[in-house]
């Protein structure tokens, strides 16, 4: 049924700085914005090996229960350096939400989250299962 992740969305009360902020975090441009580039309602990026879809929608859209305060389910993006990539992330002005944790049973699976100014919850984790099931994927490249 489920097949994988299609695309994460947030909100943001102010799309043009949350897509300038997001740049910055991801290092690449938004790759696609509608309905136009001067006034988007929304604006997406291509992330990480596999391009998947993270999505900053105008908050005039979201649903009208919106939680005021960050919550819900937390998607976890795989992150080499779990300890840089949350200091850089608060550097970049991101608020703590979960500290650096290790869950199960020590097998590597390491998670935090941080809410980015806009107010969504951004988890980062380091996963080895991710990484066991990326590189199986990769061609081994041969030394000439």
Same mark, same amino acid.
């Given at each position: /049924?489920?097949?994988?992740?299609? $695309?994460?969305?947030?909100?943001?009360?102010?799309?043009? !700085?949350?897509?300038?902020?997001?740049?910055?975090?991801?290092?690449?441009?938004?790759?696609?914005?509608?309905?136009?580039?001067? $006034? #988007?309602?929304?604006?997406?990026?291509?992330?990480?090996? =596999?391009?998947?879809?993270?999505?900053?929608?105008? !908050?005039?859209?979201? #649903?009208? @229960?919106?939680?005021?305060? #960050?919550?819900?389910?937390?998607?976890?993006?795989?992150?080499?350096?779990?300890?840089?990539?949350? @200091?850089?992330?608060?550097?970049?002005?991101?608020? #703590?939400?979960?500290?650096?944790?290790?869950?199960? =049973? &020590?097998?590597?699976?390491?998670?935090?989250?941080?809410?980015?100014?806009?107010?969504?919850?951004? &988890?980062? /984790?380091?996963?080895?299962?991710?990484?066991?099931?990326?590189?199986?994927? $990769?061609? $081994?490249?041969?030394?000439?």
């Amino acid at each position: /049924m489920l097949r994988g992740l299609a $695309t994460i969305s947030f909100y943001a009360d102010d799309l043009a !700085a949350a897509r300038a902020w997001y740049e910055q975090v991801l290092g690449i441009d938004a790759y696609y914005a509608y309905p136009n580039e001067e $006034t #988007p309602g929304y604006i997406e990026f291509r992330v990480g090996d =596999d391009e998947h879809e993270l999505g900053l929608i105008d !908050a005039r859209y979201a #649903p009208a @229960d919106r939680p005021a305060q #960050p919550s819900g389910a937390v998607a976890y993006w795989h992150v080499d350096d779990l300890e840089g990539s949350l @200091d850089r992330l608060l550097a970049l002005g991101a608020t #703590p939400h979960l500290p650096i944790t290790a869950q199960g =049973d &020590g097998e590597g699976f390491v998670t935090a989250s941080v809410v980015d100014p806009f107010g969504n919850i951004l &988890g980062i /984790m380091t996963n080895p299962h991710y990484r066991a099931i990326h590189e199986a994927r $990769t061609p $081994t490249r041969v030394p000439r």
